[in-house]
C-alpha cells in the first residue's frame, strides 16, 4: 500500500530555515513524480513545488527563490528545503502526488513562521 509520511516541520522565526522530508513507500518512487503542497487556515490546498522523477523542479511563484525541491530516490525520499521563510508561508505541508491524486492527505507537517 502507498505510503506517504511527512516531517520535519516546526515553529521557526521569520528569515529562518526548515527542511520538510517526506517518506514514500508502496510506489515505483523512482519514476514517480511528487510535489509538496500547503494548506493555511482559511485557505485552499495550494501546491508550492514538483519534482519528477529525473529531478526537474517547478515552484509557485509565492516560493520560488526562497524553496528547493530535491529527492533521493535510494531513501524513497523527497524533501522540501526552506529558507528565507515569511510568516505567510505558515500552514501545513503535504507530499501526494501531482494533483493531490492519492486520496489520503494525512496529517501533513505543521510550519509555523513567527513575525
Known amino acids: 500500500q502507498v505510503q506517504l509520511v511527512e516531517s520535519g516541520g516546526g515553529l521557526v522565526q521569520a528569515g529562518g530555515s526548515l527542511r520538510l522530508s517526506c517518506a514514500a513507500s508502496?510506489?515505483?518512487?523512482?519514476?514517480?513524480?511528487m510535489s509538496w503542497f500547503r494548506q493555511a487556515p482559511g485557505k485552499q490546498r495550494e501546491v508550492v513545488a514538483t519534482i519528477t522523477g529525473g529531478g526537474s523542479a517547478s515552484y509557485a511563484d509565492s516560493v520560488k527563490g526562497r524553496f528547493t525541491i530535491s529527492r533521493d530516490n535510494a531513501k524513497n525520499t523527497v524533501y522540501l528545503q526552506m529558507d528565507s521563510l515569511k510568516p505567510e508561508d505558515t500552514a501545513v505541508y503535504y507530499c501526494?502526488?501531482?494533483?493531490?491524486?492519492?486520496?489520503?492527505w494525512g496529517q501533513g507537517t505543521q510550519v509555523t513562521v513567527s513575525s
Open positions: 501526494n502526488f501531482p494533483g493531490g491524486r492519492y486520496a489520503d
Open positions: 508502496g510506489i515505483l518512487f523512482r519514476i514517480s513524480t
